[in-house]
Structures are given as structure tokens and as C-alpha cells.
């Protein structure tokens, strides 16, 4: 008679075959004595799974976060028990609101020591009760493995952070060897969404034709639908305003595309928003609605394919439940082409005329150095399909005013939970995904500050990787905003570092620039450097001015007329009796050469 002996394996190995299975091949932690069984099997796997040690378990989490964001694939972080977990949080809750599908693996004291108030035990899964899609305590070895497989699924499912808590000691157990990854070929294929119909469509171009200032609102959902889109804008004479996360979708220089609504915003965008009577919100996700669509009445069209974010931020007219793109292409095939129309050229001016004005900020001289300069070595230096991660503040409005972004370029930005510190993790989940790409890091001084010390990190895996600091030792994005509030500055100065010696104490090299003239030899030196393999890092001593606040220029009608005035909450520590012209507010910020909305109206003969 022959005994078969049953092949056996560490839970924990079994586990990370599973991830293994589903394509991830990095992952981020710090160790801690309740994540040890884990941490001997990432050593066992280490061939097959990279372990990424960053210093601090928020960046693990946000570079998971932005891992999922920027190549669809689940991101995955791990931190230790009580502390460990906690710092995840705000990593996870970035996920959770850009709708990325993160894995988070908790550690948990040994089962044996549960509930007798141990060291570092806490009742974990309470704590992840409100970011998590699953969220689950492992209960035996034998189960360890298949509750990853099912947490992988469930994110996937909901775009969403599955947590799993994991006893220490249940790692180390040995289970049978068998397969546990439910992963197959069919996993993750792309699938057809639902599509408008013939009559949908045809009703949709009837509320179009009633329509005379008609614009497009898309959003990310428009994927790689951007050059459909801007045949259909031509076609029908539709301007488009874009949403933050669309930047790059439909190409920047198109001439009827508008830019950025709101704050992080083009004057264009903001003043045609403004006047539109008709908005048709194709695939978009639009956080700031209440302050862009109240300000007056408008038909309201909404194309999405997810049924449930219809009226989610206006109210309806019409809704259409629809793949953005499968919309799009309907629409050109069963519409007629419209006369250029002078609403649509005096769009396509107003932004020809807001690029101008940025563009001669970009090209001049300044010194002290101000930011516009930075962007233009930038876009100099960068390839074709760069990676950017773009930190939270200033640099989210500069960016989107003017670093140049296409379909082939990556970027990825802390959207809706708007984390600052997202800068550095971004950059390590670009350079770790995209090993083959240039991949950039631009974050403020005070963004910065909250990770820097994650540099080391950088060094530690040699990722080539550009940081650009610009550093004006203030919160610029809150100063802004103290400005319009009748206070005085309170906690928006920060102390001035000198990031570039910081760097250089953790074996990064770098430079600080403060004045236009050293911007190219720097910016050169870091290609230079990166291409060798290395990281840099550019410390970029700026003013703190504010950049020109087109969120204060506000559109009403009087007589049959639009009438462009600023926002009663502009400048808001300014003496009550002083009236600020539009002409006077454009000068403040070096834009005499800008036109209003309503002079480019009469140029082209629109009417009210």
C-alpha cells in the first residue's frame, strides 16, 4: 500500500501566491512584530513579488492607491497592527474616493493572545468599516489565502479598498499546497456598456437644436473617446469643458477645448459655464457642481453608464444611461453637421485669447523665479508619454493651466479626498509600474513636507525619478482663499527648508534655482541624471503670488445683455468703498492683453 503525503506551504506564501496570480508584482509595507509571518514569506517570494519598504505607512497606502489609478490593477500596501493600520487610513481613503481597487493586508496580534487587551491589539475592523468594500478578520490558516483571492474580487467589483486582517501567527502554519487564486484569463476583460438608443439620440439632438449656448462637460468616463469627441464638438459646434481627471483625454491644443471649470480652472471654461443654456455632462464626476451649476438656469443632459449618478449633481432634463463614447460615436453617425455658429467661435477666442495671456507668463523672465517658468522646462524636457504625479495645492491649478498632457502620457493626482502629500507615493507607484517611462514629482513645499522623508525611498531602489519642489514657505492654495475671507492670514506660513540639502543628505542629488536664468542648466542636469539611472530633485524657491482667480469673474444679464463683473468676495480685506473693474482686475495680474466674455460676444454677434 502507498501513503501519498500531502505538499504543504506556509499560509502566508499561499497568500501571496495569490496576489502573485493576479498580475501584482510590487507591493508597499513598513514591518512591524505582528506582520512577521508575512514579511518571511515576502522574503520566501521575493523573486516573484517585490517588497517596496517605504518610511511611512500613508505613502505605502497612497502609492497603492495611485498604483490602481494609474494602471487599472489592483495597488497593494500592508502596515502592522494599532499604528501601522491607523496610518493607512488616509491612503485608503484616496482610494476610496478616486474609486481605485486597493488591497490592504493588516497585521493582527497572534490568535491566542486576541482579546486580552495584548500589546498593540486593537479591534481592527471596525476601524475600516467606512473605506472598505470588504473588510474582513482572517479566522483560521487554512482560510488565509482565500479570503485575499475573495478581497481581490470584491475590489475589483467595486473600485473600491478590500481590507484583511491577519493574526501573526496564522502566516506561519503550514497548508495544503493546493491552488487558491480564482484568477483566470477572463478576469478584468473589457465589457461592452450600455448604449444608447435611436430615439435617445434623436431626442437629445431635438434639445440641442432648441439650444443657443449649448457646451459639453465630459469627464474621465470618456476614456480614449477624446478624438470622437472633438469630431462630434466640430460637428455640432460644441465647445467642451473638461473635469480635472479628463485633462489629457481630448488634446489640450484643440481649439474648442476649453480647459477646467471652477478654481483649477481656465477663464474660458469658467465664463462659458456661466452663460451656457444648455450643459450635456457626458461621463462626469463633477465634486464642485453646486458652485458651477447654481449660478443660473440651464437644460441639464446627462450621459453615464452608471445609472445610479444620474441627478447626482443637478437636477435632470434628460438622462442617458450609456458607454461615453458608444454615445458619441451615435450621435456624429445620425446627426447633421451645423454652421460654424458665433457662439462657438467667440469660445474658441476666449481661449485662444486666456492661452496668449498664459503663454507670455510662461515666456517671460522673472526674478525672484515665479512659477509659470517652471512648466515651461517642463514641457521642454518631458517625453511624449511621461508620467506625472501632481501633489495637492497650487501645482494642481498650475498644472492644469499649463504642463502639456496627452492620451499617451500617465498622470495621477489625489482627486476627491485631495491628500496632500499624494506627490512622492505617485511618483514611486509610476517609476515601480512604468520602470520604462520618465516619471515626475511635483509638489509644493508644504505638500512635500508631510513625505519627504519617503526621498530615502527613491535612493533605497534607485528610481529615477524627477521631483520638482515648488517652495514659497506658505499653504498658497488656503492663502488664496484667506484672501476672500475678511480675516487675517492665519497658519498659512510655513518655515522655508532647504530641500535641495536634504536631498543630498539622503544621496539624492540636486539643485535650488530661484531666478528664470538657472531653470535650463538645471532642469538639464536632471535629465542627465535620471537617464543614468538616478533620482533628482530641483528645489524651486518661488513667490507666492496668486495666480489670476477666475473663479471671482461672475456673469449676469441686464437689458438684454451679459454683464461681467468680479465677486463681491474678492479681496476681501479691501477698503469697502474700492470697486474693482474687470479691466482693473485683469492688470492685477499682468492680463491687460485679456478680453471680457461680453466684448468677445459683440465681436462675434452673439446674442442674448
Not at 255 to 273: F, Q, T, V, Y
Not at 509 to 515: A, G, H, K, Y
Amino acid at each position: 500500500m502507498t501513503v501519498t503525503t500531502q505538499k504543504t506551504i506556509p499560509a502566508s506564501v499561499a497568500m501571496l501566491r495569490v496576489i502573485e496570480s493576479w498580475g501584482v508584482d510590487h507591493l508597499f509595507g513598513y514591518p512591524g512584530g505582528s506582520f512577521n509571518s508575512t514579511m518571511n514569506a515576502l522574503n520566501i517570494e521575493k523573486d516573484r513579488l517585490k517588497y517596496i519598504q517605504i518610511r511611512h505607512e500613508q505613502v505605502g497606502a497612497l502609492a497603492a492607491a495611485a498604483d490602481a489609478k494609474l494602471t487599472g490593477k489592483i495597488g497593494v500596501a500592508f502596515g502592522s497592527a494599532g499604528p501601522g493600520a491607523t496610518n493607512l487610513l488616509t491612503g485608503l481613503y484616496d482610494a476610496k474616493e478616486d474609486h481605485a481597487p486597493v488591497l490592504a493586508l493588516i497585521g493582527q496580534v497572534p490568535s491566542k493572545n486576541m482579546n486580552y487587551n495584548y500589546f498593540q491589539e486593537f479591534a481592527e475592523n471596525p476601524m475600516f468599516a467606512d473605506v472598505a468594500v470588504y473588510n474582513r478578520l482572517v479566522m483560521t490558516p487554512e482560510s488565509l489565502p482565500y479570503v485575499v483571492d475573495k478581497a481581490i474580487r470584491e475590489a475589483y467589483k467595486h473600485n473600491g479598498v478590500a481590507v484583511v486582517v491577519i493574526p501573526n501567527d496564522f502566516g506561519y502554519v503550514e497548508i495544503p499546497d493546493t491552488p487558491y487564486s480564482s484568477s483566470s484569463p477572463a478576469d478584468r476583460k473589457k465589457v461592452a456598456g450600455p448604449i444608447a438608443t435611436d430615439e435617445e439620440v434623436d431626442q437629445f439632438l431635438a434639445m440641442l437644436k432648441d439650444a443657443n449656448r449649448p457646451v459639453i462637460h465630459v469627464g474621465r468616463g470618456i476614456k480614449d473617446g477624446g478624438d470622437k469627441l472633438v469630431e462630434l464638438s466640430k460637428k455640432l459646434q460644441i465647445p467642451i469643458v473638461m473635469t480635472g481627471l479628463a485633462k489629457g483625454l481630448v488634446p489640450d491644443r484643440y481649439e474648442g477645448n476649453l480647459g477646467m471649470a471652477n478654481r483649477a480652472a481656465s477663464k474660458a471654461a469658467d465664463e462659458i459655464m456661466a452663460v451656457s443654456d444648455l450643459v450635456i455632462a457626458i461621463g462626469a464626476d463633477f465634486p464642485f457642481a453646486n458652485l458651477i451649476y447654481r449660478t443660473h438656469d440651464f437644460k441639464f443632459i446627462q450621459i453615464d453608464n452608471d445609472e445610479a449618478q444620474f441627478g447626482r449633481h443637478h437636477f435632470l432634463d434628460f438622462g442617458i444611461w450609456s458607454d461615453a463614447t458608444a454615445f458619441v460615436e451615435k450621435v456624429i453617425a445620425r446627426s447633421e453637421a451645423v454652421a460654424p455658429t458665433p457662439f462657438f467661435k467667440a469660445a474658441v477666442a476666449d481661449m485662444a485669447n486666456w492661452q496668449a495671456y498664459l503663454d507670455i507668463l510662461t515666456n517671460r523672465d522673472s526674478d525672484p523665479l515665479e512659477f509659470e517658468p517652471i512648466y515651461k522646462e517642463i514641457n521642454r524636457i518631458a517625453e511624449e508619454d511621461a508620467v506625472f504625479s501632481i501633489d495637492v495645492g497650487d501645482n494642481i491649478i498650475n498644472s492644469f493651466r499649463h504642463l502639456n498632457l496627452t492620451p499617451k502620457n500617465k498622470w495621477v493626482i489625489s482627486a476627491l479626498f485631495a491628500s496632500m502629500g499624494s506627490g512622492v507615493p505617485g511618483a514611486l507607484a509610476g517609476q515601480l509600474s512604468y520602470p520604462d517611462r520618465q516619471v515626475f514629482n511635483i509638489s509644493g513645499d508644504g505638500a512635500f513636507s508631510m513625505v519627504m522623508q519617503d526621498l530615502i525611498t527613491e535612493k533605497k531602489y534607485q528610481l529615477p525619478i524627477i521631483n520638482i519642489i515648488t517652495s514659497n514657505a506658505a499653504l498658497n492654495f488656503i492663502k488664496s482663499e484667506q484672501d476672500d475671507i475678511s480675516m487675517d492670514y492665519s497658519g498659512i506660513f510655513i518655515e522655508d527648508q532647504d530641500f535641495a540639502m536634504i536631498a543630498q543628505a539622503m544621496g539624492i542629488e540636486s539643485i535650488t534655482v530661484r531666478s528664470t536664468k538657472e531653470l535650463s542648466a538645471a532642469f538639464d542636469k536632471a535629465l542627465a541624471v535620471t537617464k543614468a539611472g538616478r533620482p533628482f530633485l530641483i528645489d524651486a524657491k518661488i513667490t507666492d503670488k496668486r495666480s489670476l482667480p477666475v473663479e471671482e469673474l461672475e456673469l449676469t444679464t441686464k437689458d438684454g445683455q451679459f454683464i461681467e463683473t468680479i465677486s463681491k468676495n474678492y479681496d476681501a480685506s479691501r477698503p469697502t468703498t474700492k470697486e474693482y473693474s474687470v479691466a482693473d482686475f485683469f492688470a492685477e495680474y499682468d492680463g491687460q492683453s485679456l478680453k471680457t466674455l461680453p466684448e468677445l460676444f459683440e465681436e462675434y454677434g452673439v446674442e442674448l
